[in-house]
């Protein structure tokens, strides 16, 4: 089982600012199958990221994601007030097995 | 538009049953896999099942292989999760979502609001 690893545990950032995750896998993750999703409180998880690297519909520009192998980054470019959350990695490349990372949180500084 | 709807959450004695649905419009049921996801009370997520396409593949996490089946029902367009030997560890609130490209090798794009499962005497 891949088991990915998120840092930091907790980011505290203002508005405007850049917000760079890292999301870290035991072993390789497959073709990139990597995605990143976003959870408000009381909210479902939003996909913004897959592909380790493709918006997904709808996701302003401002949101990215890169990396491969087993060492992966979302950046949001220039934080709104509605960024604040928490996000998550996962990995879909040893399906139909797939693992969730424990979430970065978000916060406002 | 996309819609995915759980029905079926509430509070369940330890060892009882209860089954979960999943109703979902706005798009060709019988094309995509469907997976249940869920979150127990301030944690992170955790993939439970998945479904292909067509219902003739299944698969499980290993926390619940044994005790949780899914299926869907194509006429209905509703995905289904029964769930058997309830323990307290899966208190949680679950989740159906799509997979995006409609295989088991696809983001899930598409999210319910959840049902909130509580396992307590």
């Known amino acids: 089982e891949i088991v990915l690893t998120q840092s930091p545990g907790t980011l505290s950032l203002s508005p405007g600012e850049r917000a760079t995750l890292s999301c870290r896998a035991s072993?390789?993750?497959?073709?990139?199958?990597l995605a990143w999703y976003q959870q408000k409180p009381g909210q479902a998880p939003r996909l913004l990221i897959y592909g380790a690297s493709s918006r997904a519909t709808g996701i302003p520009d401002r949101f990215s994601g890169s990396g491969s192998g087993t060492d992966f980054t979302l950046t949001i470019s220039r934080l709104e007030p509605e960024d604040f959350a928490v996000y998550y990695c996962q990995q879909y490349g040893t399906s139909p097995l797939y693992t969730f990372g424990q979430g970065t949180k978000l916060e406002i500084k | 538009q996309v819609h995915l709807v759980e029905s079926g959450g509430g509070v369940v004695q330890p060892g009882r049953s209860l089954r979960l649905s999943c109703a979902t419009s706005g798009f060709t049921f019988s094309a995509y896999a469907l997976h249940w996801v869920r979150q127990a009370p301030g944690k992170g997520l955790e993939w439970v099942a998945v479904i292909s396409y067509d219902g003739d593949k299944k698969y499980y996490a290993d926390s619940v292989k044994g005790r949780f089946t899914i299926s869907r029902d194509s006429s209905k367009n509703t995905l289904y999760l029964q769930m058997n030997s309830l323990g307290t560890d899966d208190t949680a609130v679950y989740y159906c979502?799509?997979?995006?490209?409609?295989?088991?090798?696809?983001?899930?794009?598409?999210w319910g609001p959840g049902t909130m499962v509580t396992v307590s005497s």
């Open positions: 072993q390789s993750v497959s073709s990139n199958y």
């Open positions: 979502a799509r997979a995006r490209g409609g295989g088991y090798h696809s983001a899930f794009d598409n």
